[in-house]
């Protein structure tokens, strides 16, 4: 099945500053993936999505990177707010069977 | 529009016992999945009902069941719960199976097995 991972538990950066946090997955039949964000007590908010097709995709604020070479994902976040505090998690589209599957997470906290 | 509504949000229940969930999705989608979160595992993938059928299902033992109705509600059941069970369960909707675009998550129901 798909195996999608984050590479760092915690993440802490200056407010105003860039955030990036990464993603590593392992089937590469992979075709779409997506970022989420998850403030505490609430459930997965969609943030950007990406298709192996491209490998580059902005949004308000924030860029996913895709490099299927090695199997990598990152999410940018262009000048970190307080408001960005949050758990993030990147899932894998599983085009076999149609299912996401996510990673364990990684906690962005933003410095004042 | 209504997001996806999940109830009851805050759940204690004894071990031995069984437990149902409910999802409600957006108005007009009709692919409800379930997963099951912890702060060990993360979020595992339970199952995917779409016009009432079970589409996919994920790694978990039997006690763990679902349904969708005609509405596209869904309720999922675990019966014989275990310690180990106690979790986040979140939901999500979609317009068509698979997720993707529109893949909207409700807040979860927050279960506590003593």
């Known amino acids: 099945g798909e195996s999608v991972g984050l590479h760092l538990p915690t993440l802490s950066v200056q407010e105003g500053d860039n955030s990036i946090i990464n993603c590593a997955y392992s089937?590469?039949?992979?075709?779409?993936f997506i970022w989420y964000k998850q403030e505490s007590g609430k459930g997965p908010q969609f943030i950007i999505d990406?298709?192996?097709?491209?490998d580059k995709r902005q949004g308000q604020r924030v860029t996913v990177l895709l490099n299927k070479t090695v199997k990598h994902l990152s999410l940018q976040i262009a000048a970190t707010q307080p408001g960005d505090s949050a758990v993030y998690f990147c899932?894998?589209?599983?085009?076999?069977?149609?299912?996401?599957?996510f990673g364990g997470g990684t906690r962005l906290m933003v410095k004042p | 529009k209504a997001g996806v509504t999940q109830t009851p949000r805050y759940l204690i229940k004894t071990r031995g016992q069984q437990v149902t969930l409910s999802c409600s999705p957006i108005?007009?989608?009709?692919?409800v999945s379930w997963y099951q979160q912890t702060p060990g595992q993360g979020l595992q993938f339970l199952f995917e009902?779409?016009?009432?059928?079970?589409?996919n299902k994920g790694n978990f033992p039997g006690r763990f069941s679902g349904r969708q109705f005609s509405n596209s509600r869904s309720e999922m059941n675990v019966s014989t719960l275990e310690l180990g069970d106690s979790a986040l369960y979140l939901c999500?909707?979609?317009?068509?199976?698979?997720?993707?675009?529109?893949?909207?998550f409700g807040s979860g129901t927050r279960l506590t097995v003593v």
């Open positions: 089937n590469s039949a992979s075709d779409y």
């Open positions: 009902y779409f016009s009432e059928t079970q589409r």
């Open positions: 899932a894998g589209f599983n085009n076999a069977g149609n299912m996401l599957t």
């Open positions: 990406i298709r192996s097709n491209m």
């Open positions: 108005s007009g989608h009709r692919s």
């Open positions: 999500a909707s979609s317009l068509v199976p698979g997720g993707g675009y529109g893949y909207t």
